[in-house]
């Protein structure tokens, strides 16, 4: 008898156990790995969902900074105006509104209207509409409205900030918003507290 072919009882038992312990695991390392394929594609969705958000911001803060650096260096002598309309944001085009956003349909909605007119001052940063690898839905828009005086006319004028923007998709926008004060160059002398 050759030595090799040795048969022991109870052998063939054990291979079939090994045999259905091994299927086993690997069907349990299939369920594994199939279930870090999918995560990895949430989780890139994910990512991507929050680098849209942060593009629509950032649009939407750029439009709300050329807004406040308006006010900053404008010459508002000549006074609030009744806006209706969107017009392209220059130094020289932008106004103060006498309307103030609430007067808007709904705020919650863009673009905003006031009865059926859109309102606002649209911006191009840098040539943000003009396509490339990433374009945006559309320009950034951003309304200024004149809220009235701080405490008192000698202690500044207030003015409210809105200012949203899109990022790839209509769908993806970010809305800001800010107050900005306007004090004289004279500086309050008197007992007045602003």
Known sequence: ?????????????????????????????TIMAISMFRSVGVQGKIAGNVMEKQRALNAAESAQQFAENW?????????????????????????TCSNILSQVTSVTTVPWMIGATEVGFSFDP????TGGPNPYAGLPKFYISDVGT?????CGEVFRIDAWGYAGTTGTVAVVESNYVIQPLVPNLGSLTC
Not at 4 to 9: A, I, K, Q, V
């Open 1 to 29: 008898m050759n030595r090799f072919l040795s048969h022991r009882p109870g052998s063939s038992a054990q291979q079939g156990v090994a045999l259905i312990a091994a299927l086993l695991l690997l069907i349990i390392m």
């Open 71 to 95: 006010l900053a260096t404008a010459n508002l002598a000549s006074g609030d105006v009744v806006c209706s309309g969107v017009q392209a944001a220059t130094m020289s085009s932008v106004q």
């Open 126 to 129: 840098t040539g943000l509409s």
């Open 150 to 154: 701080y405490a008192t006319a000698a």
